[in-house]
Nanobody, 124 residues
Framework: QVQLVESGGGLVQAGGSLRLSCAASGRTFSSYAMGWFRQAPGKEREFVGTISWNARVTYYAESVKGRFTISRDNALNTAYLQMNSLKPEDTAVYYC?????????????????WGQGTQVTVSS
């Protein structure tokens, strides 16, 4: 089993930045693609970004391109989501996920493991 724990969420004003971390344990991390998703109250969980197992490929939702950056440090078994120029509509619970196949994926069904989420609240 792979366990994922998100951290770094909090309250920030519009235009501010946060960096989320996702610490993985339980199985080899470096072979998994990682993804970030978010879910706002009353809405479906949506894709945010993904990074391949070797960090050579990334892909983002259009809504966050140019503002968010996904990265990973396989030596630390940790993935990150750097969020800049935050907007109130970014408010959501953010989840990290791991996909054993290793290639980038935008659909939640491709991910095998999920963290419990961390709250990000952006005030106007």
């Amino acid at each position: 089993q792979v366990q994922l724990v998100e951290s770094g969420g909090g309250l920030v004003q519009a235009g501010g930045s946060l960096r989320l971390s996702c610490a993985a344990s339980g199985r080899t991390f470096s072979s998994y693609a990682m993804g970030w998703f978010r879910q706002a109250p009353g809405k479906e969980r949506e894709f945010v970004g993904t990074i391949s197992w070797n960090a050579r490929v990334t892909y983002y939702a259009e809504s966050v391109k140019g503002r968010f950056t996904i990265s990973r440090d396989n030596a630390l078994n940790t993935a990150y989501l750097q969020m800049n120029s935050l907007k109130p509509e970014d408010t959501a619970v953010y989840y990290c996920a791991a996909a054993s196949r290793g290639t980038i994926a935008t659909m939640a069904g491709n991910y095998n493991y999920w963290g419990q989420g961390t709250q990000v609240t952006v005030s106007s």
